[in-house]
Every structure is written in C-alpha cells, then in structure tokens.
C-alpha cells in the first residue's frame, strides 16, 4: 500500500511533505549564500539539491487536484518519501553532530550511499517521468518542453554530483 493515498493526500503526509520541501530548500538557498558566500554557495551540490527540491515541489504540487494526481498515489512516491527522510535526517546529523579524527565512511554513511540515495534519484526520475506521461490540466506546452529539458539533463547532473560524493 502506497504511503499516499485517497484517504491520506487532502491534509495528509503530502502537504506536510511539499511545504516541508519548499519551505527548507528556500532556508537552505538562504543560509548556504549568506554564510558561504554567492559563488562558493552557487556551486556547491546543497544549492543543487533545493533547486531541484524547489522545482519537484513546484511540478508535482496538485493543491486542486488530489484525486485525479495518479503521480502521487504511485509507490514511487512512497519509497521517495521513506529515502528523502532518511538521506536528508543522514545529512543533517552529520552537519550537527561532526566528529574529528572518525573515520567518514562508516555502515551508516555506505547504507546512505549505495542504497538509500539511489532509491530517492530513481525514484524522483520516475516521479518525473510519470508527471510528463500523466496529461491533467495543469500542463501547457511551455511546461512540458521545461519537464522534458530537466528530465533529460537530470541523470547527467545526478550522475556528477553522485560522483564527487563517492570521490571526496
């Protein structure tokens, strides 16, 4: 059974979800430009990460239309909610709670790596690519050519960031 369904989306774990997205990528943008400066804070894989927070909050957001969003009653969904969690919770520990002279590459940080992180990119993939095929009323022809633009550069630009994770 899909995290998301019929009986949970008006109200539910989605809301919670897209404005908890919204709301801390746009702090994140803030914090990361004001404390790191405008280029360090541009090229870094966080500002990555929100932006295209900020953009699949902005694609798969049907505050009208819950019933008819089949992107959102998909398993793809539910295991993109359990993996962002559980990578994001990962990533905000470390940032918390840094240890000196421990060894980085832990159980945790492997399981974050090769199994959580994988699941959260394939899984936002193909809640793109199902927000391209799925036709509703939100779609315009401008929108769909900037659907399809991202969906092809978003593997690219995964797979570069996925390397300088795996290499630092």
């Given at each position: 059974m899909p995290l998301v369904g019929s009986r949970f989306l008006p109200g539910g774990i989605h809301?919670?979800?897209?404005?908890?997205?919204?709301?801390?990528?746009?702090?994140?943008?803030i914090w990361l430009l004001r404390f790191h400066g405008f280029k360090y804070g541009l090229l870094s894989r966080t500002f990555l990460k929100d932006l295209d927070f900020i953009y699949l909050v902005s694609v798969i957001h049907f505050y009208?239309?819950?019933?008819?969003?089949?992107?959102?009653?998909?398993?793809?969904?539910?295991?993109?909610?359990?993996?962002?969690?559980?990578?994001?919770a990962y990533c905000h520990w470390c940032k918390l709670?840094?240890?000196?002279?421990?060894?980085?590459?832990t159980l945790v940080w492997k399981v974050n790596t090769f199994v959580t992180l994988p699941i959260l990119y394939l899984s936002e993939f193909a809640l793109l690519l199902l927000n391209i095929q799925v036709k509703n009323y939100h779609s315009t022809p401008t929108l769909d050519i900037i659907n399809r633009v991202v969906l092809l550069a978003y593997f690219p630009v995964l797979l570069t960031a996925y390397k300088k994770l795996l290499t630092k």
């Open positions: 809301e919670f979800l897209i404005y908890l997205m919204f709301c801390s990528s746009i702090m994140e943008v009208d239309d819950y019933e008819h969003a089949l992107i959102l009653k998909n398993a793809s969904y539910s295991s993109f909610i359990i993996s962002l969690s559980l990578s994001q709670f840094k240890r000196k002279g421990v060894k980085e590459r």
